[in-house]
């Protein structure tokens, strides 16, 4: 059965979006009907990026860890379009390899900026646009979130920690702005095809993208603070 979402007037921001989970995200909402900000620090000329901008998007460069970007990012998707309906919090990154007594403390501070710290500052600034319109927050956790395991506990970690908060905002925000979080585990694209050997249960990019539209819709009305397996059986 076909599902089909209706967005048409939304104003939604996309983080991440030159990846291959964002671009499916911003190419989901357009779909349905979105005025998409996409937002990145990669343009999407950089050679790795995978988002195509057309009339329906509107590209924003942005470092989400810096809190001072993200406040004009803000300012700039609201002067531009005028309103926030829905925050995805897509934007991340993954290291591991090494034993937590082997990892650098430049990889660990890497690993909570860019999964967590961009999460928190994009929330934070998006909260006061989103309570305007009662929208919606849906940030992207992991499978590996839910326990510790050897050679990657930094990054495991960064995504409980985007769990915790999920349920925090939630929790702060009842009644004005929801907020959800999914965890995939292994996504097939370019760079997972590169590094590992395909499996055929590795989840599409594009079925995420499904399931996070339906969190920020009215259909999903009812639930806020959940962490959302999108993992099939992989």
Not at 146 to 161: F, I, M, N, T, V
Request: glycine share 8%.
């Amino acid at each position: 059965m076909q599902v089909e979402f209706e967005f048409t007037d939304s104003v939604a921001v996309v983080t991440g979006a030159s990846g291959a989970l964002g671009s499916a995200v911003v190419e989901a909402f357009r779909d349905a009907g979105a005025t998409v900000a996409a937002v990145d620090v990669r343009e999407p000329s950089h050679e790795d990026a995978l988002l195509e901008p057309d009339s329906g998007t509107q590209f924003y460069q942005a470092d989400l860890t810096d809190e001072s970007d993200v406040e004009a990012l803000f300012d700039a998707v609201v002067e531009d379009h005028g309103r926030v309906d829905a925050l995805c919090n897509v934007a991340g990154t993954w290291r591991g390899g090494d034993d937590i007594a082997d990892t650098d403390v430049e990889e660990f501070d890497l690993l909570f900026d860019v999964n967590l710290k961009s999460m928190f500052l994009a929330s934070k600034h998006a909260m006061p646009h989103l309570r305007e319109s009662e929208g919606a927050i849906v940030s992207v956790s992991s499978r590996s979130s839910l326990e510790g395991g050897a050679g990657d506990g930094p990054y495991r970690a960064s995504k409980a920690g985007v769990r915790t908060l999920t349920e925090t905002i939630a929790e702060e925000e009842l009644g004005d702005v929801r907020a959800n979080a999914v965890m995939p585990s292994v996504l097939d694209t370019p760079m997972n095809r590169d590094m590992m050997t395909p499996k055929e249960e590795w989840v599409d990019p594009a079925d995420v993208a499904d399931v996070i539209l339906f969190l920020c819709s009215t259909a999903a009305s009812v639930t806020s603070g959940a962490a959302v397996p999108v993992y099939g059986e992989a």
